[in-house]
């Protein structure tokens, strides 16, 4: 088997960790999930479309085309069910990406402008860092919310996808 390089195995473990926390909460009722919170963004589902909603940003930014986002908050219209269906298809998307492009074109650079105004640039290395590093903030956002309400939530760490992929 040819060893993934740092970026697929990066994607490939985003991936697994959102399908384990989504997993992991798909029992939640949905007025659970959208209940008023003292949290970032609202309310469970809403912080989830975030995650979505940016991962599509840096899509468009990857590709091209316009996002045509004003907010890093856009109103989730989603059930659970097809956000996660949503969030699983980008995921992909990601997964294809980054076995498409050639290990040169890592430190290309892309230009951007970010939502809240103001032009930024980043490597496709920086980026894909950047998309990882960003879910996995959130969900930890999220599970500090499931401790408050008694429920234990999925162990997401790398190491705990390194063991599972390598057995």
């Given at each position: 088997?040819?060893?993934?390089t740092n970026l697929e195995l990066l994607i490939k473990?985003?991936?697994?960790?959102?399908?384990?926390?989504?997993?992991a909460i798909s029992s939640l009722p949905d007025e659970?999930?959208?209940?008023?919170?003292?949290?970032?963004?609202?309310?469970?589902?809403?912080?989830?479309n975030h995650v979505y909603a940016m991962d599509l940003?840096?899509?468009?930014?990857?590709?091209?085309?316009?996002?045509?986002?004003?907010?890093?908050?856009?109103?989730?219209?989603?059930?659970?069910?097809?956000?996660?269906?949503?969030?699983?298809?980008?995921?992909?998307?990601?997964?294809?990406?980054?076995?498409?492009?050639?290990?040169?074109?890592?430190?290309?650079?892309?230009?951007?402008?970010?939502?809240?105004?103001?032009?930024?640039?980043?490597?496709?290395?920086?980026?894909?860092?950047?998309?990882?590093?960003?879910?996995?903030?959130?969900?930890?956002?999220?599970?500090?919310?499931?401790?408050?309400?008694?429920?234990?939530?999925?162990?997401?760490?790398?190491?705990?996808?390194?063991?599972?992929?390598?057995?």
């Amino acid at each position: 088997m040819i060893e993934p390089t740092n970026l697929e195995l990066l994607i490939k473990y985003k991936t697994w960790a959102d399908e384990v926390f989504y997993q992991a909460i798909s029992s939640l009722p949905d007025e659970e999930l959208r209940l008023d919170r003292p949290m970032l963004f609202g309310n469970i589902l809403s912080l989830l479309n975030h995650v979505y909603a940016m991962d599509l940003v840096w899509k468009s930014h990857l590709t091209g085309y316009e996002h045509n986002l004003q907010t890093r908050n856009p109103k989730c219209t989603s059930s659970f069910s097809a956000l996660r269906r949503e969030q699983s298809s980008v995921n992909s998307w990601y997964q294809s990406y980054i076995k498409s492009i050639s290990h040169d074109s890592y430190g290309q650079q892309i230009a951007f402008t970010f939502i809240g105004g103001g032009e930024g640039s980043m490597s496709i290395v920086e980026i894909i860092q950047h998309v990882v590093n960003h879910a996995s903030y959130h969900r930890g956002h999220i599970e500090g919310v499931l401790y408050q309400m008694s429920i234990e939530p999925p162990t997401t760490d790398l190491p705990v996808f390194l063991k599972t992929i390598r057995h």
